[in-house]
């Protein structure tokens, strides 16, 4: 019995992969780790191969033209076995105590027969090279210990929003919901950690700290310049984001759900906005205003909320005030919450 299916997608992983892996490899006889070999060039396959045949009743390798991460994903979603999937990136890893609790609770419930959706965890932003950390609970959102519904959580705090890092969904859930995630695009996380949000009925919050999630490289996602260049797939996922999930329609069931979606719309379109900001072009300007243009053409009622009562409203100022206003704030919450 596999308890838990990790994927982990590769592109050009030999530097780092190992970390990954072997963090993933403690308990071995109750996970399988599926490693995606996503069309690399460096020497990812071969270390990939040798952890199959070292450890062949944990770990697969699927080797595939290049795709993108969200094409890992898929196909190790496609192929997973275990009754719980979580991605883990190739240059992060998990703590070994932190995965004991998480696995003693799922074969607990295998047990009873009882199982949860998702199991939410906190993560840790991990500067390695700075030996700094900062770690991100759910304290104040979910009650530990006890099986929850969406009806039951508290109130998100502006650090916090579920990402990939801190979520484990059960498989059969993440069948049923459709995420399907786009190939060649970055940002894909988001959609994962969101589009079956509305498919989960019970909730169960294990208070340790899971996921590092590590910061630091120069070619990484979140790095501000490397987001400023891709830009345009940042504005695409957030359109898909906004567009994947009838918001109306959760909030007739779960109410709580529809507001925490409806603000992650919301921080993705202000991340989207002050990006266009700092980039300060005047094809820039055009993007942003374009992007607007999109949620109060498409989604009039997400649109109003958008724009007036929600974080994203406060990166859409007017003039050069208004644009000194959001890089400020955003400045000062980097600092504080070192995301990137």
Not at 280 to 309: C, G, I, P, Q, V
Request: charged letters at 25%; aromatic letters at 12%.
């Amino acid at each position: 019995m596999k308890y838990i299916t990790f994927t982990v997608p590769c592109y050009n992983s030999q530097d780092y992969m190992r970390r990954c892996i072997d963090s993933l490899l403690v308990y071995q006889d109750e996970v399988e780790i599926i490693i995606v070999d996503d069309g690399s060039t460096d020497a990812t396959p071969q270390i990939a191969d040798a952890y199959a045949k070292q450890f062949p009743g944990t770990v697969r390798v699927i080797h595939k033209e290049n795709g993108g991460h969200g094409s890992g994903v898929n196909a190790g979603l496609a192929a997973a076995k275990g009754e719980y999937f979580k991605v883990v990136d190739s240059d992060d890893w998990l703590d070994a105590r932190s995965l004991q609790k998480v696995l003693f609770r799922i074969m607990h419930w295998n047990r009873e027969q009882t199982p949860a959706d998702m199991i939410v965890c906190n993560y840790v932003y991990d500067h390695l090279h700075e030996n700094k950390k900062k770690a991100i609970s759910y304290r104040n959102v979910f009650k530990e210990g006890q099986m929850l519904g969406w009806n039951d959580i508290g109130v998100f705090s502006p650090s916090q929003y579920l990402v990939m890092h801190s979520l484990v969904f059960r498989t059969e859930v993440l069948r049923k919901s459709g995420v399907t995630l786009p190939e060649h695009t970055f940002y894909v996380d988001n959609i994962f950690a969101y589009r079956p949000l509305p498919y989960v009925k019970s909730i169960y919050y294990i208070d340790t700290d899971l996921y590092h999630y590590f910061i630091g490289r120069e070619d990484q996602s979140v790095n501000e310049e490397v987001l400023k260049k891709r830009i345009d797939q940042q504005i695409y996922v957030t359109k898909l984001v906004a567009d994947c999930v009838d918001l109306q329609e959760v909030a007739r069931q779960y109410p709580k759900l529809a507001r925490y979606m409806m603000r992650n719309v919301s921080i993705m379109m202000a991340i989207s906005s002050i990006h266009l900001l700092l980039i300060n072009s005047d094809e820039a300007w055009k993007k942003r205003s374009e992007l607007w243009n999109y949620m109060k053409l498409n989604h009039k009622n997400m649109y109003r909320k958008l724009r007036f009562t929600t974080l994203s409203g406060f990166t859409f100022l007017p003039g050069k005030t208004g644009r000194f206003v959001t890089i400020t704030g955003y400045r000062t919450a980097r600092k504080i919450y070192q995301f990137n």
